[in-house]
């Protein structure tokens, strides 16, 4: 009964316990909404003011942040931590990790972020390329590299992505599954959006 309750009130993807428990595994993004939501306007006022050097620098932070779900399970020698873990099953502490990176809404929370700056990022760069022309209509050459996301992203992005899996077998493999999961490929994706 207290399942139910937690999933009715959109608690379920907060207590790693309640999570693998619930009437249906998948609905735990659902409590990571409300508190995105939540946070949307709070975090708007902030991101209104960046200029476009804090915006980049904000969005690399926030690439680097998921690769700590590789370079923490490397200094173990356990690339493949989470995959000790069956669904359902929290007898471990290591299990409530697993269940922890794999639905809580603070593991997403950059994820969010990141969107919120890309949308940040392309307001600045639309303004900078009203302000490019020139009375002969020719962008200085010096801003060029500010326009390519919006020329080539999809192209570059979806590139990096058929390198990745196409070419590299790790990526595929079972170490790769809580790192892409976390946004390890967010870069590839954010320049695709």
């Not at 946070?39 to 902030?46: E, S, V």
């Not at 929290?90 to 922890?100: E, G, I, K, Q, W």
């Not at 969010?112 to 050459?141: C, N, Q, Y």
Request: net charge positive.
């Amino acid at each position: 009964y207290y399942v139910l309750i937690a999933q009715s009130f959109l608690l379920q993807g907060w207590v790693s316990y309640l999570t693998e428990k619930s009437l249906q595994t998948h609905t735990w993004f659902l409590s990571a909404m409300v508190v995105y939501w939540l946070f949307f306007g709070p975090m708007y006022r902030l991101m209104r003011k960046l200029s476009l050097g804090k915006t980049l620098a904000f969005l690399l932070g926030l690439t680097l942040l998921p690769w700590l779900a590789v370079i923490i399970p490397a200094s173990m020698n356990d690339l493949a931590f989470y995959s000790h873990h069956r669904t359902g099953s929290l007898t471990t502490p290591l299990d409530h990790v697993v269940v922890t990176l794999k639905f809580n809404p603070l593991c997403y929370l950059h994820v969010f972020t990141f969107g919120m700056l890309l949308a940040r990022f392309r307001r600045h760069v639309t303004r900078r390329e009203d302000s490019f022309e020139t009375k002969r209509g020719r962008r200085p050459i010096s801003q060029f590299w500010l326009l390519v996301p919006f020329r080539a992203g999809a192209c570059l992005g979806y590139l990096g992505l058929i390198v990745i899996f196409m070419f590299l077998k790790e990526a595929g493999a079972a170490k790769a599954k809580i790192s892409a999961r976390l946004g390890i490929l967010m870069p590839l994706q954010g320049i695709i959006l």
